[in-house]
């Protein structure tokens, strides 16, 4: 049981990491990388970007919860 739940990790990590890279970076700058966009970019999201913000939740969940499992298995 361990080793499937270590794999099932392993497909969320990929998971997540593919999802973020995926969506849309808010600035061209460096200030970007830490959270430092306009004021423009607090507006809603709508289309794709919404569906990539609630999927990268979701995945995001998943991982904390797989996480938790395995460190309470091991």
Excluded: C, H, N, W
């Amino acid at each position: 049981m361990p080793v499937a739940l270590m794999v099932i990790q392993i497909i969320i990590s990929i998971a997540l990491i593919l999802v973020v890279i995926l969506q849309a970076r808010k600035s061209s700058r460096a200030s970007g990388i830490f959270g430092g966009g306009t004021t423009a970019d607090y507006g809603g999201k709508k289309g794709k970007e919404a569906f990539l913000m609630k999927l990268t939740t979701a995945i995001a969940v998943l991982f904390m919860f797989s996480s938790l499992l395995l460190s309470l298995i091991k």
